[in-house]
């Protein structure tokens, strides 16, 4: 279940991450109200790429390196709010969306692998020859 909550969040960002894409490509008449909020295309395409190894690890059960990729992406996102790459009419919605894909990656480490047991009949405090040994 916390699969599909990921994919649908990871979902989420792509489309904001696209429809800023596409905002991004508009041009055209002028027009008496504010553009819209845009995003470049390398730095949009660079957080997708980025959401999308995210989803990538999760689906191969790597639930640890999708939490370090996710993180990385946060701090990216942030770092390009901070020197002004994002418009303000993208930011909260941006860093909205990534932030939560942070909360809701969890990092489950693997089991570690069971020790093999190298027991070959004999038991602890028994001896193969346990008759040679009396008298």
Known sequence: ???????T???QL????AG?????ACGGAKRSAPPPPTLSH???SSLAAQSDAVASAL???DSCGALTLARRLQQQTIA???EGRVTTGLQEQLSSAVNELV???RCVPAPPPAEPTHDHGKHKGQHKHEDDQEG
């Open 1 to 7: 279940m916390a699969n599909s909550d990921q994919t």
């Open 9 to 11: 969040r990871r979902l």
């Open 14 to 17: 792509c489309t904001v991450l």
């Open 20 to 24: 800023a894409l596409c905002l991004s």
């Open 42 to 44: 390398s730095l949009g």
């Open 59 to 61: 689906a191969a059960g």
């Open 80 to 82: 390009a709010i901070n």
């Open 103 to 105: 909360t809701r990656v």
